[in-house]
Structure formats: C-alpha cells, structure tokens
C-alpha cells in the first residue's frame, strides 16, 4: 500500500481563501477587517519566520496584522502592559505571543494575561476549559488545523483508536480532546510510556507530536492506518523531517500528512479562522 499524501499546503490556500472572502463580505457589510497582533520577543531564528508566514497570510486574506518585535531583554511587566494595550484596543481582535519566550518571562502568566475573547492562539486556561467541556471557543491553531485536515480528506473520526504521540499543552493535550470530542478512542503516549511502538500498531490514527525526527518507524505503522505528523525537525543538512520516518511509513499507511506542506501550514490557516471568529464573536450583532 502506498499512502494517500493529505496536501497541507493545497488545504489551507483553500481556507485561507474562504477566510478571504469572509473578510471581504464583512468589509461590504461596512465592518472593519479583523486585526490580528503578534508579538515577537527576542531574535529566535524560527520564530521569526513563523511570524513572517503568520503576517503573510493576514495579507492574503485581508485581516489586518500589527507587528510587534521587542528586544530579547523586556521585562515581565514591560511585556504584560503591551497586553494590556492590546486587550483593549478596540482595532486589535486577536494577540498571538509567539513561542518560546526568554528563560526569564513566564509564558503561562503571560498566556493569562491575553483577554480571552482576544485569545486566537487557543492557549489561555478559560479557551482550554471550554475545548476540555467541548463548548464553543476559540481552539488551539494545531489541533484545529489537523481536524480540518482530517474533515477536508473525507477521512472518519468516530470509532477510530487514536494514538497521539506528546502531551504538550500546545498540541498533544488539546489534540487528544479534539480527537475525543469527534469520537475516537484515544491513547495519549508520552516520554514515561511503556511498549510506545506497540501502542503506535494498534492505532487506526497516529498524531506525531513529539519533537523527534523520524521517531515513529515505518514497522510500527499499521496497515491502512491514518499518519497525521506535526513535528518539525531541522537537520544538520539544513532539511526539514518530521516525528515520523516518512517514506517507510507511506508505504503502509492509508493517508498521512507530508514535512514539510503538512500540519504546519494549517496552524496558519487556523489562526486566520480563529482570528475571524474573534472579529465576529466581538461583533455588537453577535448574539
Ligand atoms: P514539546 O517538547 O512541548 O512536547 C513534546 C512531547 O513529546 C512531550 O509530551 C514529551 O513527553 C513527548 N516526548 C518527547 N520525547 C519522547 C519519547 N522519546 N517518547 C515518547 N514521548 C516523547 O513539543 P510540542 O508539543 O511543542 O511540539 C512537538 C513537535 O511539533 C515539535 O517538532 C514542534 O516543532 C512541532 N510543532 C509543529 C507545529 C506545526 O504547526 N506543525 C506547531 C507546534 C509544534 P513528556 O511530556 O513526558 O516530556
């Protein structure tokens, strides 16, 4: 069996296309075009052009973007009256801090800080809660962007058993609530884990979020199974791999997603989604 290749890249043009034309009917309607804020701290090398694709896809689909780079050396409190600013500019209905942050800035207390309703990157206790009870929020880009992937190729959710390889609170966790809320049965493996590649074989969905490149052998895949790989590994040859050893595991998988052109363009398309929502969510129409 050679794997369907689920086109990350081709997905998300079309979303961020729908979100182009949800913009431009709600500047027709005589509404402003949501705003989305993005704060960088310091001169992380990766961080910089993640933001730089963040910023490029609001000018595609018409969401305005507000940029601000601050020196690696800002303070705590320097950084929160930045928030604070934000929260209550009314042109601002998004704030994404971009991660990581300095050894010496507190990213939860920072996360805390963000106005909820603001919240596009999904991160902040209140937005979590809501996805943990499975009510309406503004969701974290990545899983978000994986359950759209996993819509958009027709494949079904429900009844499958779903091994989601990290827990972090950023992918693995609200990944596994995500896959829960659309009836899979899931196995979240993690660095204390026992007998991970067996786990990974009796998965009919595998979520790669580990950090690790091409962790997940082809050998554990099984047959027909569905590969979801979000992992981003830079080699010392300068190449990007994913969590999983990709061409082996094409060659027993039913669908799975490339690295680059996989996962990691949908967090984009996400956050241009979550933005939107924020924008219409803040609407005074909106009931
Ligand atoms: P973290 O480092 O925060 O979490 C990694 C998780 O993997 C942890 O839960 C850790 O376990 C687990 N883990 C690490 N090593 C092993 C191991 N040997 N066996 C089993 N579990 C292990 O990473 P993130 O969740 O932030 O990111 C994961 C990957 O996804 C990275 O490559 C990152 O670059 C990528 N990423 C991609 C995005 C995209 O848009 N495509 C967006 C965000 C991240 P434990 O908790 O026990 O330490």
Request: aromatic share 2%; glycine share 10%; hydrophobic share 40%.
């Amino acid at each position: 069996m050679t794997a369907k290749l689920i086109d990350g890249k081709q997905i998300s043009q079309h979303i961020i296309e729908q979100v182009a034309l949800r913009v431009a009917a709600r500047r027709d309607r005589g509404k402003a075009a949501p705003g989305l804020a993005v704060i960088r701290v310091g001169e992380d090398a990766a961080s910089r052009i993640y933001v730089r694709n963040k910023l490029k896809a609001c000018e595609r689909s018409g969401v305005n973007s507000y940029s601000h780079e601050v020196p690696a050396s800002t303070s705590q409190s320097d950084l929160v009256a930045l928030i604070n600013r934000l929260n209550s500019d009314p042109a601002v209905d998004g704030i994404l801090v971009q991660l990581p942050l300095p050894g010496h800035i507190d990213g939860d207390a920072v996360t805390d800080r963000i106005d909820p309703s603001k919240d596009v990157d999904g991160f902040h206790p209140y937005n979590i809660g809501r996805l943990m009870l499975g009510l309406a929020g503004l969701r974290p880009c990545t899983p978000r962007g994986v359950m759209t992937l996993l819509q958009c190729s027709g494949i079904e959710i429900d009844g499958q058993d779903a091994v989601i390889l990290g827990r972090s609170n950023i992918v693995g966790r609200p990944m596994a609530l995500e896959l829960l809320h659309a009836g899979a049965t899931i196995t979240v493996c993690h660095s204390r884990t026992r007998e991970l590649p067996e786990k990974v074989a009796n998965a009919d969905l595998i979520v790669a979020a580990l950090g690790k490149p091409r962790f997940v052998q082809g050998s554990w895949v099984k047959t027909g199974a569905i590969v979801i790989d979000v992992g981003i590994n830079r080699l010392d040859d300068g190449s990007l791999v994913g969590d999983v050893d990709f061409e082996a595991a094409r060659q027993r998988a039913a669908w799975i997603t490339p690295v680059p052109g996989g996962v990691g363009p949908m967090t984009v398309a996400s956050l241009l989604e979550n933005t939107l929502q924020a924008a219409e969510n803040r609407d005074p129409d909106a009931s």
